[in-house]
């Protein structure tokens, strides 16, 4: 949750086993913007976007769909899964 009005940068990755799913940032409770799966050595999915928040109420957060039906672990190394957000330009 911010706590300066203005926007922000959102970065987040997840390093994952499976083949088929999204990563989405949501903000305030509802999809806001939707990022991609990478192929690598290790498959993963990421988001980049600039979001706008009021330094009070509004708050941010990642979710990964599994679309496979399978279970799968999370990668839980920092460089492979991470996720970030810093201050781009106060309002």
Avoid: M
Avoid at 17 to 29: F, L, S
Avoid at 47 to 71: F, P, R, W
């Amino acid at each position: 949750t911010p706590t300066v009005a203005g926007y922000y940068q959102i970065n987040a990755t997840v390093s994952i086993g499976i083949a088929t799913g999204y990563i989405e940032v949501w903000k305030n409770g509802a999809a806001y913007n939707r990022g991609f799966q990478t192929q690598s050595a290790v498959v993963g999915f990421h988001v980049s976007t600039q979001v706008y928040c009021n330094g009070t109420t509004d708050y941010i957060e990642i979710y990964l769909a599994n679309q496979t039906g399978s279970n799968a672990s999370v990668n839980n190394v920092s460089s492979l899964t991470y996720f970030n957000g810093s201050l781009a330009r106060p309002a």
